[in-house]
């Protein structure tokens, strides 16, 4: 995911890690505590709505998401949902370039946006009497964008740099990016949200325009507004400003490339002066929760967090409290995509221990999982801990904003969100057993290793 903060005009790549903290798995947590208050509705432009009121602070956090992202690209144009998301914060007909950004920081407000693979939102945390004009400008740009050569020059120059910084320094980032092209052998995750290079430089004004008029309408995107509000007030403003925005034409269902049977085990090496400590990651092909058979998704959310979910899981425990031959060690299963998606487990390390120990020890859990399964009490475990996780993600509006949002935009229902505690609780060992056996098989994985090279290990 690519996340931009346009206010400082600096744009920014987040980690994996900070995806997950602030993405908290979409259908993986539970209902706010006034879950019976969430409510959703259409406009008559097609545009739906879902406000989650929490009135415990006087603010609101107020979300556009549009159903489109890097994976809906058309070949060729890698970057440019990216590259669009940051040409939204320039001029409209109404409102001059900066001026929606200066609004905000006059009361104190903040705003960001991000790209991934299947969305793009914008979004904004402000004081409930300024969520009207959050709305008129969100609601001008979502059509009114003023689009020039003038304006498409300056800001491609941004994203080049954006990746040389972000992707081109950062030998794991490199890694990450050549596994991906390697897992995927036909599906557009295999691209990288902010585009490839030489793609990219070649983007131009008729490709962004192309972009704008087929994804950018209310037909096409999800408002959630979370915080000190109601479904009556926020009803009242989204008619008032979203709703004079014109329907946009149908699209089509988004079908994608999908992937062939996987039947190869594959390797990625990197190795570069600037890595001091080898790392390695193994990943799989897996079934999101919008491609899954029932249960199947819920059993790989609690296979990830068994076998490698945090400090009490079966890799770090093994590897890095037992054996210490690991600095770090884990497993994480990306459930949220809208297409099938993937598993990965990790390792780096320790002392004098070498990468292949590592490896090997890992494998050692994941095999032995399969062929004993795991335990009711571990099972049990392992569902408070993840659950529990999951709640504290109800005491952050914006938290829950980014749940709703992300699981509407990539085929979830308000429903699947409040009722997935129930559907983890449901999950039995033996599903996790057959999870794993199903689709942790190493003779059908992608293993990207990322090594010093001779002059940086003296």
């Known amino acids: 995911m690519i996340s931009c903060f346009h206010s400082a005009r600096f744009a920014r790549i987040g980690s994996a890690l900070a995806v997950v903290l602030v993405l908290i798995a979409p259908a993986a947590a539970e209902a706010p505590r006034d879950s019976a208050e969430v409510e959703n509705f259409l406009l008559d432009n097609g545009m739906e709505v879902v406000v989650i009121p929490d009135h415990r602070a006087p603010i609101v956090t107020h979300m556009v998401w549009y159903k489109t992202g890097s994976a809906d690209e058309p070949p060729g144009k890698s970057g440019i949902a990216h590259f669009f998301e940051h040409l939204m914060f320039k001029g409209t007909k109404a409102h001059k370039a900066g001026e929606f950004g200066a609004r905000i920081a006059e009361i104190g407000g903040s705003e960001n946006a991000f790209t991934s693979y299947d969305y793009t939102a914008y979004f904004q945390t402000v004081t409930p009497d300024a969520l009207e004009t959050m709305m008129a400008f969100e609601a001008d740009r979502m059509r009114g964008l003023i689009l020039t050569d003038e304006v498409i020059g300056p800001e491609r120059d941004v994203i080049l740099e954006e990746r040389r910084s972000r992707i081109e320094n950062s030998p794991d980032a490199l890694l990450s990016e050549e596994v991906d092209a390697t897992l995927y052998q036909n599906h557009p995750y295999r691209v990288p949200v902010i585009g490839w290079m ?93 491609h899954s058979e029932p249960g199947e998704a819920e059993a790989l959310d609690l296979l990830s967090e068994i076998l490698g979910g945090g400090t009490r899981s079966r890799i770090y425990q093994q590897l890095v409290v037992k054996q210490g031959i690991a600095s770090t060690a884990g497993a994480s299963y990306q459930g949220t995509s809208f297409d099938p998606s993937s598993f990965t487990i990790y390792g780096a390390p320790r002392g004098e221990a070498g990468l292949e120990s590592v490896e090997e020890a890992i494998d050692t859990e994941i095999r032995g999982l399969i062929k004993d399964g795991v335990t009711e009490t571990e099972l049990e475990k392992a569902k408070n801990r993840f659950v529990r996780s999951m709640i504290f993600a109800r005491d952050s509006q914006s938290g829950m904003a980014n749940i709703y949002g992300s699981t509407l935009a990539t085929g979830g229902t308000v429903e699947d969100i409040q009722k997935w505690p129930d559907r983890i609780k449901a999950v039995t060992a033996k599903q996790v057993q057959d999870v794993a056996a199903k689709y942790l098989n190493p003779d059908h994985s992608v293993a990207g290793y990322l090594l010093p090279t001779a002059e940086a290990k003296k």
């Open 198 to 290: 030489h793609e990219m430089e070649q983007l131009n004004r008729t490709d962004a325009v192309a972009f704008y008029d087929r994804y950018y309408a209310p037909n096409n995107a999800v408002l959630v507004v979370a915080g000190d509000t109601d479904v009556e007030t926020v009803r009242k403003l989204a008619e008032k400003t979203y709703g004079k925005v014109p329907r946009g034409p149908d699209l089509p269902p988004r079908v994608r490339p999908q992937e062939p049977e996987q039947n190869t085990k594959r390797t990625v090496t990197l190795t570069d002066p600037r890595v001091s400590v080898p790392s390695f990651q193994k990943s799989w092909v897996v079934p999101s929760y919008n």
